[in-house]
């Protein structure tokens, strides 16, 4: 049994919007189960708790926040050497920097190497758990789960299937497509932390006879993920219209090959009418929000009113490489500033909604888990949950001290830890109950200066 004490943030762990807890000296107490998972047992008053527990072996965190580990819920490990490279937009991006640079991943040592860097930059900034896209070659997949399940990473991958408009090294074959989909399920879904997504790339890049086979291994296969991306730009929209002029749609080519359902995860959905997220919500699928690669590549912004309007599940996502940055710090900022403006059909901006620093967290953690179907066993910190935390240390950031010490309540304090805060906060990410990003802790033995949170 151990035990961190610090100030503690967590979230109930099954509601479609934050309810935050916070204590600003806490312990939190893990232990492993009858299978050997290490959970959380308690969280809560350091005092009480210390009585409850008097064995366990305690990791003094005092002057550190202690919070979930993030949930990446949408990125692209093979465009890791893609981030930071210019483009017009979505369709000559893929074709000027992604589709070279996912040919490489035919070759496995390539793969491993990319995946090993991959990894690390998750740990460093704190994600724990990641839905990830590999790309059209098996080795790719192989390459990412076993660097993943060697550092006990919690991680969701899939074969991208991408039968047609797509250039020669990444272009898949049907049949053996839907083969080799198959034959990696049964090799990595539910082996420890690692699970299956069912990869269609994007509607455009898969034939009919390609999304059927994948719309029937979904429904073969109903705890295995789905993952794609969908309504994410307005040439790729047109272009899907041309393909598919008797689907309602975009997101309804999706559901009439039966891939909407629980455990499926669409990036982006910026151009979905009410229609779309009414089937988002009847179907239990999920959006996988992406504001800093919607930014980068100038395809729009995520209507966040429309979305709570409509009962749509999503969380946010770094979607590396379209996305600038892992750090979901970075992430939580641009979502609240393409928050504040959504676009009208008319392409005129109009007052959205303002998140609060709560909302944007929960996104990230608990939101992103309940978007995967994982609520209860990651993002939350319950007891039940799965040990994957982060601590954080205002310390790292001078300015991001000086402020959070000025805090005047909880909401202000979290505001200033999402604008100010980036990978240098994170001191120390537990996975699974075990550390795997350690720095030296001097003892703290004051609390933490958070003004007069309450």
Same mark, same amino acid.
């Given at each position: ?29 893990? &232990?492993?189960?009858?299978? #050997? ?37 949408? $990125? ?30 035919? +070759? ?6 990319? &995946? ?21 070659? %098996? ?45 990696? $399920? ?11 997504? $069912?990869?269609?790339?994007? &509607? ?65 959905? $910026? ?16 959006? &996988?929000?992406?504001?800093?690669? !919607?930014?980068?590549? #100038? ?19 770094? +979607?590396?490489? #379209?996305?600038?940055?892992? !750090? ?69 950031? %001078? ?51 958070? #003004?007069?949170?309450?």
């Amino acid at each position: 049994m151990q035990a961190w004490r610090g100030a503690i943030l967590w979230f109930d762990p099954h509601t479609d919007e934050p309810h935050v807890h916070f204590e600003p000296d806490s312990w939190l107490v893990t &232990a492993a189960d009858a299978d #050997g998972v290490q959970r959380v047992v308690a969280v809560g008053p350091a005092d009480a708790l210390r009585a409850a527990y008097p064995d366990a072996a305690v990791t003094d965190c005092r002057g550190c926040l202690i919070a979930p580990g993030f949930i990446d819920l949408h $990125i692209h490990y093979p465009q890791t050497d893609v981030i930071g490279s210019p483009a017009d937009g979505l369709l000559p991006w893929l074709e000027r920097y992604t589709f070279p640079h996912e040919a490489r991943f035919a +070759d496995a040592d390539h793969a491993a190497e990319v &995946a090993r860097f991959f990894v690390d930059e998750l740990l460093r900034h704190g994600v724990t758990t990641a839905l990830a896209f590999a790309t059209s070659h %098996p080795v790719s997949v192989d390459a990412l789960l076993i660097e993943a399940g060697a550092r006990g990473l919690r991680c969701i991958a899939g074969k991208v299937l991408q039968d047609r408009h797509s250039p020669d090294g990444v272009r898949d074959e049907t049949e053996r497509s839907l083969a080799d989909t198959e034959a990696l $399920i049964a090799r990595w879904h539910g082996r420890g932390r690692l699970g299956y997504a $069912i990869t269609p790339r994007f &509607a455009p890049s898969c034939s009919d006879a390609q999304m059927r086979g994948a719309g029937e291994l979904a429904g073969r296969y109903p705890d295995v993920w789905v993952q794609s991306h969908v309504a994410e730009n307005v040439d790729e929209v047109r272009w899907v219209r041309e393909l598919y002029p008797h689907d309602r749609s975009y997101l309804a080519v999706y559901e009439r090959f039966g891939l909407l359902r629980p455990r499926a995860v669409y990036a982006h959905g $910026i151009y979905l009418d009410d229609a779309d997220r009414a089937l988002l919500a009847q179907t239990g699928a999920a959006i &996988a929000v992406s504001p800093t690669s !919607n930014l980068f590549l #100038g395809s729009g912004f995520f209507d966040y009113a429309a979305a709570r309007a409509g009962s749509v599940r999503h969380g946010l996502a770094s +979607d590396v490489g #379209g996305g600038m940055s892992f !750090n979901p710090f970075v992430t939580m900022r641009a979502a609240y500033t393409v928050s504040r403006a959504t676009v009208r059909g008319d392409g005129q901006p109009k007052v959205g909604l303002s998140l609060s620093a709560v909302d944007l967290w929960w996104q990230h953690t608990a939101g992103a888990a309940r978007a995967l179907g994982l609520d209860g066993v990651i993002g939350s910190l319950a007891p039940g949950s799965e040990a994957d935390f982060v601590v954080l240390d205002a310390q790292a950031i %001078p300015l991001l001290a000086r402020r959070t010490a000025q805090a005047a309540s909880l909401a202000e304090w979290l505001f200033a830890w999402v604008m100010l805060a980036d990978e240098r906060v994170v001191r120390q990410v537990i996975v699974a109950g075990t550390p795997v990003q350690t720095h030296h802790f001097t003892d703290a033995s004051g609390a933490l200066h958070v #003004g007069s949170v309450s």
